[in-house]
């Protein structure tokens, strides 16, 4: 419990909050349809991908930059994290995806809003193929994380950024449709 009463906790979870407010404010509002016709995908997915990149470039210093429930979630799992932290995480993250669809929401003029980005399932596929969809490329995200994270891997990349940038992207150029 000492660790709710360091200053370097409350910076990693306001760079957490701060980062989902971030990810969610550049994701999604590249994902709306400013111009009629069909949303871009490839720009959805890069824009989902250069701001993953971003954030953990610019935040991983001060909380890891997991941006991301599932990361935290696995990295809780795997004893990388503590309890307490990964709950501040979890918070924080929800509360700063929320405030960033929120901002979002307030500077899109309402004929572009519509869903404000929310994805729905495609007509042919049913829940139970969009949930395996979904754990799969969840997975692949994590284990990309994870992967470029571990310090015990010889010739890893200079920064995790870049490969945790890319491969949401590849999970969103693939999962949208």
Request: hydrophobic content about 50%; charged content about 10%; proline content about 7%.
């Amino acid at each position: 419990m000492r660790e709710l009463r360091s200053s370097s906790f409350w910076r990693a979870i306001l760079a957490e909050f701060l980062g989902s407010l971030l990810y969610a404010l550049l994701g999604l509002g590249a994902s709306l349809r400013w111009v009629p016709g069909p949303p871009s995908v490839l720009g959805a997915a890069l824009a989902f991908g250069l701001a993953q990149a971003t954030l953990v470039q610019a935040l991983g210093p001060v909380s890891g930059g997991h941006i991301n429930p599932a990361v935290t979630l696995a990295f809780l799992l795997a004893s990388q994290l503590s309890l307490p932290r990964a709950l501040g995480y979890l918070l924080a993250q929800l509360l700063g995806a929320l405030a960033g669809a929120g901002v979002l929401y307030g500077l899109t003029p309402a004929p572009v809003r519509g869903t404000l980005g929310l994805s729905a399932l495609h007509p042919g596929v049913g829940p139970g193929q969009g949930t395996v969809v979904e754990l799969l490329l969840t997975a692949q995200f994590v284990l990309c994380v994870f992967a470029s994270f571990d310090e015990r891997q010889d010739g890893r990349p200079g920064s995790a950024a870049l490969p945790v940038g890319f491969s949401l992207a590849l999970g969103h150029i693939f999962g949208v449709r």
